[in-house]
């Protein structure tokens, strides 16, 4: 009797075991506020497009939780897609690592309402978005410019080489910034995608050089891995 007892705990522990490991090593839950009816889904890129990890929907509460297994540091994306009539779906895109990761939200401003813990990559990744929005605010005026100048039948000259040297400036200081922060956390996973997405059109032999200061698993991440086929090429062409 015995025996058969502790063979029937014994089961139970292997299958609550194997039901942690399912779970993933990856847990992102949180609460959006406003939110009563719904599908929260968890999202990573596959080649040029998303796919879903993992979903669940919500009836009465706002509350989530969410798993997946992943391998190394990356990029993926929290979905809300609500049926209600009302089109509020939004993605947030955050740097998830294998932990647990809390984001709350809300209802009506999905994107810019979120508050996201629980990542040292989020973290760094963060702080360069919040720095990068000046130069956003550049871009734009830049644009805005543009196509004011288009607008008009006869542009001057003058008008024409002062825009081209205002954006070769800023296009300098986007890449000077990228640069230099993605050297500053090199240790860091986020690193090689900063300078995939914001530096990419750096000088590949600059690129080079700050690849080779990181570290050999940074260097052989998704990321690293996709930054030295990047500058590879990219040295072939000069």
């Known amino acids: 009797m015995r025996l058969s007892l502790f063979i029937i705990a014994f089961s139970i522990l292997l299958i609550s075991c194997n039901d942690d490991k399912d779970n993933g090593n990856l847990t992102v839950r949180g609460s959006i506020d406003g939110l009563k009816v ?3 889904l968890l999202q990573k890129t596959v080649d040029t497009s998303l796919i879903t990890i993992d979903s669940v929907s919500l ?9 997946a297994t992943i391998d ?18 939004d993605r947030i895109a955050f740097f998830a690592e294998d932990t647990v990761m809390t984001i709350n939200s809300s209802l009506n401003n999905f994107e810019k309402d979120a508050v996201i813990t629980g990542s040292k990559n989020q ?6 978005n919040k720095n990068k929005d000046k130069l956003n605010e550049v ?5 805005k410019r543009s196509m004011s100048l288009n607008q008009e039948e006869n542009p001057s000259q003058a008008s024409i080489d002062s825009l081209n040297t205002e954006y070769e400036k800023y296009l300098k200081k986007r890449i000077l910034y990228a640069v ?4 500053f956390h090199k240790e860091k996973a986020v690193a090689p995608y900063i ?26 991440s998704m990321y690293g891995t996709r930054l030295s086929e990047l500058i590879k090429e990219s040295k072939s062409n000069l």
């Open 38 to 40: 719904g599908k929260v």
């Open 139 to 143: 871009y734009t005026n830049l644009m």
């Open 59 to 67: 009836d009465g509460s706002g509350d989530y939780s969410l798993s």
């Open 180 to 183: 230099n922060y993605a050297t």
């Open 195 to 220: 300078l995939l997405q914001e530096g990419f059109d750096a000088n590949p032999v600059l690129l080079d050089s700050i690849y080779k200061q990181m570290p050999k698993k940074i260097q052989t």
């Open 72 to 89: 190394e540091p990356q990029l993926l994306y929290l979905y809300l897609d609500v049926k209600d009539g009302t089109q509020y779906d």
């Open 123 to 128: 973290i760094v990744l963060a702080e360069f």
